[in-house]
């Protein structure tokens, strides 16, 4: 029904993309936003290989962002974990291999996994000066408009290195 | 009391917000039932017991000392991958030179080569000696240490250095650079600490602004600004102003320099103006950084 993984190219993917995005993204930041290659790969591997992997990916990504950030403990792992799910669930109702389809879900997925951290952070953290709105200009928006265009460059790449082909009875 | 309201429709929604989180949780799975084999619904299953596991993470300290620990055992591969990708920016041209197979090329390849070291030693020579120069300048005992990770998030804005507990680094030490304020300690593992910088929404800094002695607070925003709240409105603060640490506190020591104002603005229902201001120091660049002692 879906393609399959091997754990340790996935683990291999991940960590790599992780590490990437330690040491190198805030070099390529736009307007001072970068991309987020996690949550870029996560949607990557939910509509590929389906729901299970997805949420596998979502909750190691989660797991290496939340270990070496300052952010809340656990929302990044919640969170991803959650997006890996409900995009592989979606992903047998949508043309996967529309370059169009997977721009707007990568964003979708961006943003609406930044909207739900803003939430969880405000029912955990005080943050008083800083609106949804201010993060839905500021950082929302264009963070998930770059990593939505980094999908558009990246995915081609995968999808060959991996041979991922579009099950037929989807069409 | 307009205020008052807004911050309980605000934490209503995020109490509404995490209820439907977990009806979404649900009926995700419900989705993902759909087209899984049974295999696949016991990772769901397993997925969901280690969520219920972080819930119950989330609310327990131990998990800030454990994720300091992870970070400083990873230090070492962090440190080393730093110089191993500086060292391979090095070695480039020398290995263009062997496809080259040319005695001559070879050579020229290699003086280049070491030309191009000498002058990655001298950059970052100007660069430590500078830092040295200012560390004597400064009156204050400090510690440096080496930028070797970055937040991988958005969300929040912080560093990993490569200095611990074991070098003295303790939390609320204040992080400064040549150019300015940088942020503070909040996390010490032995051989590693985390900052937090000052564009992060979460830090607090007690400011003057240099030409008129006015106070504020400043705030980070995203998109890697600072924001200046409570400024009097009486103040005529305006753009090119320079911004300093007051030294309220214990945590910065007076009179450091954070950065120029950009914008100034009064925002809606408040007594007090804002101002925007533009740090010194490129914080996505940073390379080295001091930890005052005192």
Redesign the interface.
Known sequence: ?YNKINRVTLYTILITA??I???F???I?L????P?L?VLLVVFFAIFF???IG??AG?VSGL???????????????LL??TG??V???S?KLFKESKLTQGLLVFASSALY?V??Y?????V?K?E??TLQ??LY???L??SLYTAMLSILLFPVLIKRYRLKENAEYL | MCAIKKKII??V???L??LI?VV??SS??R??R????D??KI??KV?AV??TL??V??ISSA??LA?IN??DTSTPI?KG??SF?GMLERVTPFAAVREENSILHDRVDLLTRMAEETLAINDENARLRSLLDFRKLIPYTSIPAQVI????????N?L?IDKGSSSGIKTNMAVISTRGLVGRI??TGKISS?A?LIT???LRVGILIRRNRQGGIL?G?????C?I?YISLDSDVKPGDKVMTAGFGSVFPKGILIGEIEKVGREEGRLYKYAILKPSQDL??LEEVLCIIK
């Open positions: 029904m992780f590490l995005q330690l040491l993204l805030d070099h930041k307007a001072g936003v970068k987020d996690l389906g729901p299970g949420a596998e909750f290496l962002k939340d270990t070496y950030s300052l952010d809340i403990f656990g929302a990044n792992i919640i974990s959650l799910l409900v592989g669930g979606l047998p930044m739900s951290h939430f969880v952070s405000l029912s953290l943050i000066y800083v201010d993060y500021r950082l929302i264009p963070s | 605000i934490k929604l995020a109490v917000f995490t989180l979404l949780i995700a799975a989705l993902a759909i087209n899984i084999t295999k696949k990772i769901i997925l280690l969520f972080i819930l993470v989330l998990a800030r994720r992870i970070t962090l991958l730093r990708f990770g970055r937040d991988p998030s958005n969300w929040s912080s990993i909040v996390e985390k937090l992060d929404p979460n705030t925003t995203p998109g890697g600004r924001k709240i996505s660049r």
